[in-house]
């Protein structure tokens, strides 16, 4: 509001044409500062026995907001992956091994707090890492595109990234955003197809390092982010 009142007062001695001029490149600046910045990528490759996918991640900056935008394509035999509403959530572990059950090693859902509770039967109405529902066709394939700001790639307290990274997971039923008793599967069930979570290479974070530098080259350690990446989660398949 003050900035309005201030450019009136500027405006006050100007021609009207100057006036209309000083107003469109105010409305330009505004919308300049609306524009979004693509700060990192990452993607998860998802696979199971019968159901495959991939996630894309793509955070951006929006003014004073970081936002995540999030892409998930499955695929999958419709006698399984059948037609209708299926979980779609980010696990706490960026492991996914096809053991029996599958995909069990990437735990609960992602969750680090304030509540801090990754079962994922509990602690609803929603842990950070829950996304919406994926809709699935009648042909056993299916889109979501969700915004988060429940989480980011780039460094913070809610970086799916770090640590022991994180992985992205496909249910066979839907998550109903409702508690349920401990290891009931009431938030989606069965583990369809999973995949870790990874920093893309090439990641925009990259070049705003690399930028910085007097020699235009990256700084050495982070050259190897995308191979650091991976050693979170050595296990992963
Ligand atoms: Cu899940």
Request: charged share 20%; hydrophobic share 35%; net charge negative.
């Amino acid at each position: 509001m003050w900035q309005e009142v201030m450019n009136e007062q500027v405006c006050t001695d100007f021609s009207v044409s100057t006036r209309w001029r000083v107003r469109r490149e105010e409305r330009a600046m505004t919308m300049a500062t609306n524009t979004e910045r693509e700060v990192m990528r990452a993607r998860a490759d998802m696979g199971g026995d019968t159901v495959a996918g991939t996630a894309e991640f793509v955070e951006v900056e929006r003014d004073t907001q970081r936002l995540v935008r999030i892409t998930v394509r499955v695929q999958g035999d419709p006698a399984v992956l059948t037609p209708g509403l299926h979980a779609v959530h980010i696990h706490e572990r960026g492991s996914c091994e096809h053991g029996n059950p599958p995909f069990m090693s990437a735990m609960g859902h992602f969750d680090p707090g304030p509540a801090g509770n990754t079962d994922p039967d509990v602690n609803h109405p929603f842990h950070m890492g829950d996304l919406p529902n994926i809709r699935i066709g009648p042909d056993g394939s299916g889109m979501l595109e969700a915004l988060s700001t429940r989480i980011t790639l780039s460094e913070g307290p809610l970086c799916i990234l770090s640590g022991e990274g994180t992985a992205l997971m496909i249910h066979g039923k839907e998550d109903p955003y409702r508690g349920g008793p401990p290891k009931s599967g009431v938030s989606g069930g069965p583990r369809l197809a999973g995949g870790v979570i990874r920093r893309a290479a090439g990641s925009a974070l990259l070049g705003q390092y690399a930028a910085s530098q007097p020699d235009g080259l990256a700084h050495p350690s982070l050259l190897t982010q995308t191979d650091l990446t991976d050693a979170f989660v050595p296990d992963a398949t």
